[in-house]
């Protein structure tokens, strides 16, 4: 894994992500397959849809509308997936939070990164190496053409290792220049928990407002995607069950404020 490499269309950067999506978007979305599937009358363009489709909960819904199991057996397996996606997503939304708390509280970024490897899932990424990734990146931004978009961004669809030495930088720089400087980061970060959790540990609040106002963020963010979910799931079987397109935005209505 070299950070310095990663371009602008890094997966983690442009993958679509259902905790990212607007709700109407995603409704849109399943209300445009509907149209598809009444104009051409073909359950191929569900197959086509799975191919083209990054979105992994999305693309385990088209897998299942394609197969023989019935509404039951898919809503439970729907919730399978969405629990396992969930989960992960909250792994790493925590090990932002953690770090967010650790430069509030001044923490020695060893410290910081062992509590990382505390939480992290899978394949644990050595402490020597993502050191010497963090310290790489923190000279790749110097460079005149960095782009700071990308080599900046701290997002839950980055696989753990990666997101570590990512985080493990905003430590190592925290450390080195202070808190107040990372000021200037914030401007290239896509808002979310992660960039205003920074901007509140850069402006001096306390370790304890930090961490619970990023767990509050945290929890509505899942809580939302959790429900997109359930959305998704019934209006893919509406659409599976052949019901009409007003039906089927009756289900997307039915998941909205």
């Known amino acids: 894994m070299d950070l310095r490499a990663q371009k602008d269309d890094s997966p983690a950067q442009n993958e679509l992500d259902i905790v990212d999506m607007p709700m109407e978007a995603l409704a849109a979305y399943w209300l445009s397959i509907k149209k598809l599937l009444d104009a051409k009358r073909d359950r191929a363009l569900l197959a086509s849809e799975l191919e083209n489709t990054g979105e992994r ?56 990164f062992i509590r990382l490897c505390g939480r992290m899932g899978g394949s644990v990424i050595g402490e020597k190496r993502a050191f010497e990734l963090a310290h790489g990146l923190m000279a790749t931004l110097a460079e005149k053409d960095a782009n700071l978009p990308v080599l900046l961004a701290v997002d839950h669809k980055q696989k753990d290792d990666r997101l570590a030495v990512k985080l493990l930088f905003y430590a190592l720089a925290a450390r080195r220049n202070g808190r107040q ?32 106002h990023v767990s509050g963020l945290r929890g509505q963010a899942l809580s939302a995607a959790r429900r997109k979910m359930r959305m998704a799931t019934e209006m893919c079987l509406a659409v599976r069950a052949g019901l009409s397109y007003e039906d089927v935005f009756r289900v997307a209505r039915s998941f909205m404020a």
């Open 181 to 212: 400087a990372l000021h200037e980061y914030v401007p290239h970060l896509k808002p979310g928990p992660f960039a205003e959790g920074l901007s509140l540990a850069a402006d001096g609040f306390d370790a304890a407002f930090v961490s619970a």
């Open 57 to 112: 909960f999305i693309r385990h819904l088209l897998d299942s509308a394609l197969s023989g199991l019935d509404a039951d057996m898919l809503r439970a397996l729907a919730r399978a997936k969405a629990s396992a996606l969930l989960d992960e997503a909250r792994r790493r939304f925590e090990m932002m939070g953690q770090t967010l708390t650790s430069i509030a509280l001044a923490e020695n970024p060893r410290l910081a």
